[in-house]
């Protein structure tokens, strides 16, 4: 069945980086889009940036644009995002999303968690000083 599993986040200070991984089992990594999205404490699940199957195309929230990348294994079947220039706000929760089956736009569409089928458990970042 299809497992997603987070891992690398922790605390951080305004400033540093860190850098999250899924690992993604049960399907063919490859042929599918994924995403990452967040949920801070009492705030709803916010789209972050997703990626293609191929990565070749890749789309981002404005308010991490130039600090976050995607990115992808796919040999490893594993998702990336590093992110930089960390700050307060980026404190959440961070999941990865697995796009559904034959869903493979390339526009503004990345953002609607609909086409999504599968998500992780998630993994804690905090920025605080």
């Known amino acids: 069945q299809v497992q997603l599993v987070e891992s690398g986040g922790g605390l951080a200070q305004p400033g540093e980086s860190l850098r999250l991984s899924c690992a993604a089992s049960g399907f063919t990594f490859s042929n599918f889009t994924m995403s990452w999205a967040r949920q801070a404490p009492g705030k709803p699940l916010e789209w972050v940036t997703g990626i293609v199957g191929d990565g070749t195309y890749t789309r981002y929230l404005d308010s991490v644009k130039g600090r976050f990348t995607i990115a992808r294994d796919n040999a490893r079947n594993t998702l990336f995002l590093q992110m930089n220039s960390l700050k307060p706000e980026d404190t959440a929760r961070y999941l990865c999303?697995?796009?559904?089956?034959?869903?493979?736009?390339?526009?503004?569409?990345?953002?609607?968690?609909?086409?999504?089928?599968?998500w992780g458990q998630g993994t804690r970042v905090t920025v605080s000083s």
């Open positions: 999303f697995k796009g559904r089956r034959g869903y493979r736009a390339r526009n503004s569409s990345l953002e609607n968690l609909n086409n999504y089928d599968y």
